[in-house]
């Protein structure tokens, strides 16, 4: 509400949404529109790993934090012992892109071992809304909460 009251544009919400209920709050409040994207992450349709859809179903989800260590770019993620162990903001992290390739081998020995202690686990700050349905249900159940019945 408040940026909404301080700019004369359109006022995307994002962040936490992940459900009608969610994107009506976010409508109710003034947005324009809303932007989606962790709730996506169980759908079959989404190439999410494994261990990935792991951990967005497990508690562990319940904890993220934004970190650079797996691309050089801040973008927020389960914390996992990597983020744990090396802070998941630091300083020594390469550049993007070179970060990715920096903890490449890691990952994917851990990843053949079925962990994610070095993986990119991202997630938003609500992962309490992934399902595995369909994207195309999911999508329709978000636009109820603009008030389409699609």
Do not use: K
Not at 39 to 47: D, H, R, W
Not at 87 to 109: C, E, K
Request: contains cysteine.
């Amino acid at each position: 509400p408040q940026v909404i009251a301080a700019v004369d544009i359109p006022v995307i919400a994002a962040g936490g949404i992940v459900d009608v209920a969610t994107v009506r709050a976010a409508m109710t409040m003034g947005a324009s529109a809303v932007q989606v994207g962790t709730t996506y992450l169980l759908c079959p349709e989404c190439n999410t790993s494994a261990i990935h859809r792991e951990a967005l179903q497990s508690d562990a989800a319940q904890h993220t934090a934004l970190t650079n260590l797996f691309s050089g770019r801040p973008a927020r993620g389960i914390v996992n012992r990597f983020m744990a162990e090396m802070g998941p903001m630091n300083a020594a992290v390469p550049d993007f892109p070179l970060a990715s390739s920096a903890v490449a081998g890691l990952r994917t020995a851990a990843e053949r071992q079925g962990f994610g202690d070095f993986s990119p686990l991202w997630c938003g700050q609500n992962a309490s809304g992934c399902r595995m349905i369909p994207a195309a249900e999911l999508t329709r159940q978000l636009a109820l909460g603009f008030g389409f019945n699609v």
